[in-house]
């Protein structure tokens, strides 16, 4: 058929549709006519894609195969209409109720007579909307932070939107799919609407900051609301949250929104965050010079512990206009309930299964298993810590502000005392060669292990005796406070962050340096340091309690 054939007037003359997954079935539908549903790839479709509508009350017959399409196609079509007549009511009744002939009839009506016949349909609620952004769903403290708080949120009172860029990585696809499902996502594609100079204006902006004397900042303003309608459209959130902290380009989305109330994270220390190097390079000074100077758009300006709000308050309170009352802290929400579970998860592989028979050492454990699409058994597990040595292990990124260099040097002098000490790091990024590179200048490859991400670091941790986290600087420590939920003895440094967090219990807080690090890591050799105990719901009340009060 020629493409300029309107596809209705087509749909009129055929006694029977043949289709796939096209919504041109709903076109048909009102003529009550067969409609065979040829799926030769259903289950293909289900994996990789997705259905809108429940396979099993299609308004027609569904066949997968060429043959059954056949032999269908010459059935009495009267018998079919009956044995498809509940299907086809239903379907008609929910979808196309207004396909009764008189759409035109009623769009001139409504729209040039004043006629208030239509059915206005209205999607508002009660509820407060609260729009976030959340760093770009990264393996990484903010993304579990984040995903926490989605747990606890009271979705009675609240609607939350999530949004975020459309770009999708594995990683990042992964993450999300942990967000509780009572959240909604938006996704900002394209790009901004704006002429020649307003991207001149832009480019300033995003190299001089807000505070650039070439800026004209109405102009800024205006294109910024509108790339914020563009991507949000008639929702009118109550509370914009810019939970990541560290993207630009986001920042002034929200900061310059005609939302009622305006919330930016402080995820970390930030100024030592804008004086980090990786490569010799600074990781985020571009950025955060801009948003620096954009905090003072901000209602609240949120960090993640106490004392990273007194650090903070002290570094940036000159961006921020009241900083005493726009200033504070909320800790960042834990799932105690799914750590405590993930630790138990593990399964030793001798334990009779033939599908584990290539195994025989019960020294292995199972985090998950799974047949691939080839029916090959795929396992993800470890090898698990030996229980005659003394295990210490760190988890974060492998990032400078985490400081493993100095961890490997204390720790290269405990073995030298104590041959049955043994090292697990657990993490990847942009440091990873140079870590490596440090292992071996050291000569500590039997001794420190690198395992890289574990997406159930809980059931490792619990194998192991004792957690340290060396930081130069932290929001807050959340691997920390897992730590101690698992029931660990743990060590921190006597920095910003981790001092909020190890208050109050039995952790050790150590100098940061190598030797202070090193005294740590001897005084657990010793029996100088217990486990904690960490009540983490009642930690999570006064989390989600302080969320609703300052956030909100």
């Not at 609260?130 to 990484?140: E, I, P, S, T, V």
């Given at each position: 058929?020629?493409?300029?054939?309107?596809?209705?007037?087509?749909?009129?003359?055929?006694?029977?549709?043949?289709?796939?997954?096209?919504?041109?079935?709903?076109?048909?539908?009102?003529?009550?006519?067969?409609?065979?549903?040829?799926?030769?790839?259903?289950?293909?479709?289900?994996?990789?894609?997705?259905?809108?509508?429940?396979?099993?009350?299609l308004p027609g017959r569904l066949v997968e195969t060429k043959q059954e399409l056949l032999?269908?196609?010459?059935?009495?079509?009267?018998?079919?209409?009956?044995?498809?007549?509940?299907?086809?009511?239903?379907?008609?009744?929910?979808?196309?109720?207004?396909?009764?002939?008189?759409?035109?009839?009623?769009?001139?009506?409504?729209?040039?007579?004043?006629?208030?016949?239509?059915?206005?349909?209205?999607?508002?609620?009660?509820?407060?909307?609260?729009?976030?952004?959340?760093?770009?769903?990264?393996?990484?403290?903010?993304?579990?932070?984040?995903?926490?708080?989605?747990?606890?949120?009271?979705?009675?009172?609240?609607?939350?939107?999530?949004?975020?860029?459309?770009?999708?990585?594995?990683?990042?696809?992964?993450?999300?799919?942990?967000?509780?499902?009572?959240?909604?996502?938006?996704?900002?594609?394209?790009?901004?609407?704006?002429?020649?100079?307003?991207?001149?204006?832009?480019?300033?902006?995003?190299?001089?900051?807000?505070?650039?004397?070439?800026?004209?900042?109405?102009?800024?303003?205006?294109?910024?609301?509108?790339?914020?309608?563009?991507?949000?459209?008639?929702?009118?959130?109550?509370?914009?949250?810019?939970?990541?902290?560290?993207?630009?380009?986001?920042?002034?989305?929200?900061?310059?929104?005609?939302?009622?109330?305006?919330?930016?994270?402080?995820?970390?220390?930030?100024?030592?965050?804008?004086?980090?190097?990786?490569?010799?390079?600074?990781?985020?000074?571009?950025?955060?010079?801009?948003?620096?100077?954009?905090?003072?758009?901000?209602?609240?300006?949120?960090?993640?512990?106490?004392?990273?709000?007194e650090e903070n308050k002290k570094d940036l309170s000159v961006y921020v206009d009241n900083?005493?009352?726009?200033?504070?802290?909320?800790?960042?929400?834990?799932?105690?309930?799914?750590?405590?579970?993930?630790?138990?998860?593990?399964?030793?592989?001798?334990?009779?299964?033939?599908?584990?028979?290539?195994?025989?050492?019960?020294?292995?454990?199972?985090?998950?298993?799974?047949?691939?699409?080839?029916?090959?058994?795929?396992?993800?597990?470890?090898?698990?810590?030996?229980?005659?040595?003394?295990?210490?292990?760190?988890?974060?990124?492998?990032?400078?502000?985490?400081?493993?260099?100095?961890?490997?040097?204390?720790?290269?002098?405990?073995?030298?005392?104590?041959?049955?000490?043994?090292?697990?790091?657990?993490?990847?990024?942009?440091?990873?060669?140079?870590?490596?590179?440090?292992?071996?200048?050291?000569?500590?490859?039997?001794?420190?292990?690198?395992?890289?991400?574990?997406?159930?670091?809980?059931?490792?941790?619990?194998?192991?005796?004792?957690?340290?986290?060396?930081?130069?600087?932290?929001?807050?420590?959340?691997?920390?406070?897992?730590?101690?939920?698992?029931?660990?003895?743990?060590?921190?440094?006597?920095?910003?962050?981790?001092?909020?967090?190890?208050?109050?219990?039995?952790?050790?807080?150590?100098?940061?340096?190598?030797?202070?690090?090193?005294?740590?890591?001897?005084?657990?050799?010793?029996?100088?340091?217990?486990?904690?105990?960490?009540?983490?719901?009642?930690?999570?009340?006064?989390?989600?309690?302080?969320?609703?009060?300052?956030?909100?």
């Amino acid at each position: 058929m020629p493409n300029w054939i309107e596809t209705n007037e087509l749909l009129a003359t055929v006694s029977l549709l043949i289709t796939d997954y096209s919504s041109i079935f709903f076109d048909f539908l009102p003529l009550k006519r067969p409609i065979y549903f040829y799926m030769p790839d259903a289950k293909e479709y289900a994996r990789d894609r997705g259905f809108y509508l429940d396979l099993g009350t299609l308004p027609g017959r569904l066949v997968e195969t060429k043959q059954e399409l056949l032999e269908t196609l010459v059935e009495d079509k009267k018998k079919y209409l009956n044995d498809y007549q509940v299907q086809i009511n239903d379907y008609i009744e929910k979808f196309c109720y207004l396909d009764d002939g008189y759409a035109t009839s009623r769009v001139i009506k409504n729209i040039f007579n004043n006629n208030n016949e239509a059915e206005i349909l209205s999607y508002k609620s009660n509820k407060q909307l609260l729009l976030f952004y959340c760093g770009g769903f990264y393996n990484n403290g903010i993304t579990n932070s984040v995903i926490n708080l989605t747990e606890k949120i009271d979705y009675e009172k609240y609607d939350v939107i999530f949004i975020d860029l459309d770009r999708m990585t594995k990683e990042k696809n992964d993450n999300i799919a942990r967000v509780d499902s009572r959240v909604h996502f938006i996704y900002l594609f394209g790009r901004m609407n704006r002429t020649v100079y307003d991207s001149i204006q832009q480019n300033i902006f995003f190299r001089q900051s807000y505070n650039s004397k070439y800026l004209n900042k109405k102009k800024l303003q205006n294109n910024f609301k509108l790339e914020f309608q563009r991507a949000v459209g008639n929702l009118k959130p109550d509370t914009v949250i810019d939970f990541g902290g560290y993207n630009k380009f986001f920042t002034a989305l929200f900061g310059f929104s005609n939302v009622e109330k305006k919330v930016i994270y402080l995820q970390s220390i930030m100024m030592g965050e804008y004086d980090k190097k990786i490569g010799g390079k600074y990781k985020h000074r571009w950025n955060l010079k801009i948003t620096f100077s954009l905090y003072q758009l901000f209602d609240k300006v949120i960090s993640v512990s106490e004392s990273a709000n007194e650090e903070n308050k002290k570094d940036l309170s000159v961006y921020v206009d009241n900083p005493d009352e726009k200033m504070t802290f909320v800790n960042n929400c834990i799932n105690g309930e799914d750590i405590v579970e993930k630790a138990e998860l593990g399964k030793l592989l001798n334990k009779g299964n033939p599908l584990y028979s290539m195994y025989t050492d019960e020294n292995y454990a199972v985090y998950q298993e799974t047949i691939n699409e080839f029916g090959v058994l795929e396992l993800k597990g470890f090898r698990k810590p030996a229980k005659q040595n003394k295990n210490f292990v760190t988890v974060g990124r492998l990032s400078p502000e985490k400081n493993h260099v100095k961890l490997l040097e204390a720790f290269k002098q405990l073995s030298q005392e104590n041959s049955d000490c043994y090292l697990y790091i657990i993490g990847d990024g942009p440091l990873r060669k140079e870590i490596q590179n440090k292992i071996e200048i050291l000569d500590l490859n039997e001794k420190v292990i690198m395992m890289g991400h574990i997406e159930n670091p809980s059931l490792f941790l619990k194998e192991c005796d004792c957690f340290i986290l060396p930081s130069t600087h932290e929001g807050q420590g959340l691997s920390l406070i897992e730590a101690m939920i698992i029931g660990l003895p743990v060590i921190g440094t006597d920095v910003p962050g981790i001092k909020s967090v190890l208050a109050g219990s039995n952790g050790y807080l150590a100098k940061e340096s190598v030797e202070g690090i090193h005294d740590a890591l001897l005084a657990f050799v010793n029996g100088e340091i217990s486990p904690s105990y960490f009540d983490y719901e009642r930690y999570n009340d006064e989390a989600i309690a302080a969320f609703y009060k300052n956030v909100i």
